[in-house]
């Protein structure tokens, strides 16, 4: 009886054991050591290789199994170390391969060997895949997050960490990079076998490697240990690096300085990939994109070179926060995501503190508490229970709600005893894996204060609170708060609460007034002073969470000068999101911009901006001329005295103002005599780049497609197709986006489907057409008759812009609309890693601008009637 139950027990695990994994790997084995052999060939689609793991077998079982994708295993070997024998290879689906020799694998060392060959994709950036640029093909790899079983059989999940021995064969004389130096390249018939030296352990997310005749431009030793850092870019760009040259050393520095570490690895390699809109951190292997990396010189934009800079500065401080300790799992890709991102912006800050990087991040936040206004929004720490969740985990919420949280906490702790904290916790886990309890536990431990429940009520729960605050005076004088859910109209009320730090500030005191606010209300007291004559409840905007303030008490705190750019910046975004949720009249709002278009920080004046266009869908069609008569009389005396032309001696200040103003002024105002400038600017900027700004040029050819008929159109599209340049091509490209005529809109569109052009860059046409009131329906006509066409051209990969289609919709703001929306994805999402998620906050997106237009229209109208006409 007993051995009868036995035997039918493992019975069962045998049948059980033949199926294959559905989202994680069996824990019964794990990896000690991978040695990895490819031979890779640009100009070929298909590549060959070879693996070696030393495995420990902790339970017995009959089937191993390994993650991989799109590969054909053409034989394996599988037992112990010493004694490997043939292994069957089990078919697993889309995402595994299992190996077996027919008996249990005994518990302690085994080795497995295997050989397949796979495909090197042309189309998506991910696995291995290749680019196209001048005449010659380049290799490039992106595994995270799950697609290194693209390349080869591997435990491809964050808690595997092992060395990695990596070797190439590529044709003779090619240059091959991975994330170690190289130890020998040995001549082998047409190929060179290049061996690269064992890595410190890694995660298969973070392995990588490129192949192609690229330039190497030497950057010199940067760091406390002086690292060999170099940049890899395609033949030909090395003269147009001089400002990735420039900030990387500096930028090491700093974060060497702020984790008082060193760069934790042997060499530094930063490659820039033709056409990727993305970067990625691999230890010694960094990946750009090209256009963010090299800028030709005179084609430099302010932008540009910011971009870069907080791109590189993010990217390297994963070296630590990612790379050196690693999340044990994608729930806690935030970790990583959000801690780079933080300390990212904070060292680019740090390297250059006139650009303003702090009074950015009230615009970046306000962006993130909209984008968490959604009921359908992730979580910061969302549980992953499939592919899907694992590929929506790089998101918004991830990024930008991550980092919001993260300065919230180090403004309440303290900047001193938050670095004490991160130290501490580096020193922990160097070389491992931690969580986010772990990282909790080392604040609280280096503050002496409770930071996980604080911590875990933005962690778990989707949203942000809004604070309510009110001066009482009889008695000691006080500040009552109370918090409730921010709630957009349109989306479901849902009861939370937080545990939150609010610190304010208050008139008569230099320093802010804090309490951490633990239930629905709380005051802080002001011992020793007068009844504040005005206070700010949301001091330095550091707090992730809107201040509920009326449009009144806006203005009198605004004309009152009292609050700070970055506060300025914040009441801004905040009024918008009030309006949204129907505390604050649409109207009232508009009666302020003329107040914060006057704004001297062009922060401001760009956020105000913002609020116009976020209310644009709001406004009839019949008031759309008051509307635009509004918008040039707030920005128009700026933008016109501004111009088109830069004068020497702007600062950069000046020009991302005129930037800004003129855009605005043109764009979204319609100025006649700025679009008619803008049409013989463009002409002449076609003939000669030199005659226009770099950062004016979207703007400007924007406005100049919208007013100047076929004959700029045709010109633009020529010059797109014609040109080698892809940064070029991007330019053009957004200002085709910019067409408004019926015809034109429809022949720009074509461009999508256009077999001369990469739809990773035509791509952008669409957006701008979605974006825009007059065009937005022709975008979403054209998606929906071509949608088949369109997605089988675009890339499919984890940054695919497939499954954001549905929102090229969402700006038409219709229940109608809705309904088709839904009815024309709902399938087809559903067939998408990731894109059921993205189409469900596309929908309520759509409820949300429904519901609002329903609230506040009347109030719209009211406030442009009671206006002069255009
Ligand atoms: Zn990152």
Redesign the pocket.
Known sequence: MVHALGLLAILGLLAEEAAPPTLRLPAGARPMRQAVELAVDPNLEVFSGSIEIDLEVREPSRILWLNAAGLRVTSASLGPAGDLGPAEVVPGGDDFVGFSTGSPLAPGPARLRASFEGRVSRRDNEGIFAVEEGDAWYVFTQFEAIAARRAFPCFDEPSYKIPWEVTLRVPHGTVALSNSPVVTTRADGERDAVRFAPTPPLPSYLVAFAVGPFELVDVGPSGRNRTPTRLAVPRGRGADTAWARESTPPILALLEDYFDRPYPYEKLDQVAIPGAGF???HPGLVTYGLTSMVQRPGEETIASRRDWAGTCA??LA?QWF?NLVTMAWWDDTWL??SF??WLGDKVTDRFRPGWGVATDRAADRSRALANDSVATARRIRQPIASKDDIVNAFDDVT?EKGQAVLEMLEAWLGEDAFRRGVRAYLDRHAGGHATAADFTAALSAATGREVTSVLGTFLDQTGAPVIAAEVRCDGVPRLLLSQRPYRALGSPAEPKAWKLPVCARVSGREAPVCTVLTGETGEIRLEGGPCPSWFYANSGAAGYFRPVQSAAESRRLLEGSHLTAVERVAVAGDLGALVASGDVAAGDVLGLVPLLARDPDRHVVAATAGILRDLDPLVPDALAPRFRHLVREAFGERALSLGWTARPGDGEDVRLLRRSVVGVTAGLGRDPDLAREAVARAGRWLDDPSTLDPDLVPAALAAAAGAGGRPLFERLKAEALKTDDREQRERLLWGLGGVRDPDLVRDALALLLDDRLDPRESIVVLWALAYERDTRRLAFEFLKANYEALVARLPHDEMSPVPYLPYVGVGLCAADTRREIEGFFAKRAATITGGPRILAQALERVDQCVALRQAQRASVSAHLESRPGS
Do not use: P, R, V
């Open positions: 970067a990625m951190e993010h990217e994963h990612g990583s995501e780079a991102s990024y």
